[in-house]
């Protein structure tokens, strides 16, 4: 229900916009109402990478790697994770449970796609923060190698940098590859989780 008044609101927002936005650029006409109802109707539609999304609802078994130091070996773990789609196969929704540095580990993601941007967007939380950690990337032609990039702020100051490389090798292998970067320095791999859906 909130998110029905949520996209009405947006919508009657837009309409009474649009004519104002028309001033301040005389050379754009004002979009229809009736158009634009049909316009955003189209970008709220699942699309072919949503269907990828749904294609990796189920059940996974994990493998984790996590390298802490350049050159050294990194740590290894097990885990599990359960995936599904929401609000009718618009997004993908992950429950991931396994360790982190040695410690028990529980994560919740969502996966999206705009319509709108043309951009694949994620959001994580997980039990050893209490932020929402977000990237925004693009995918290869075939969708098969998603891109994403994003940033944190680290304590003491400065920024950390993060590029996640996803990819989706076949209907029940996919490998999540992290890289990440301390307040510009070189970037390194930090972590790597192949993904095993279960038989």
């Not at 009474?16 to 109707?41: G, T, Y």
């Not at 996803?166 to 990440?180: A, R, S």
Request: charged letters at 20%.
């Amino acid at each position: 229900m909130r998110f029905i008044s949520f996209s009405v609101t947006t919508l009657c927002v837009a309409l009474m916009v649009s004519p104002a936005l028309a001033k301040e650029k005389k050379h754009e006409k004002p979009m229809d109402p009736q158009a634009m109802m049909e316009l955003w109707k189209q970008l709220g539609t699942p699309g072919e990478p949503h269907k990828q999304f749904a294609a990796l609802a189920g059940s996974w078994t994990t493998t984790t790697k996590e390298w802490m130091e350049p050159g050294k070996p990194p740590m290894e773990s097990t885990g599990t994770a359960e995936m599904k789609m929401l609000l009718d196969g618009r997004f993908l929704y992950q429950e991931f449970n396994g360790q982190m540095m040695g410690q028990p580990f529980n994560g919740i993601g969502i996966d999206a796609y705009d319509n709108m941007t043309k951009k694949y967007m994620t959001a994580w939380m997980d039990s050893m923060g209490t932020g929402i950690f977000m990237m925004e990337g693009t995918a290869s032609p075939d969708g098969k190698i998603i891109t994403l990039r994003g940033s944190h702020p680290e304590p003491g100051g400065g920024k950390m940098t993060h590029r996640a490389i996803w990819k989706l090798i076949d209907d029940n292998t996919q490998q999540f590859d992290m890289y990440g970067a301390h307040h510009g320095q070189k970037e390194m791999k930090m972590m790597e989780i192949t993904y095993t859906r279960k038989q």
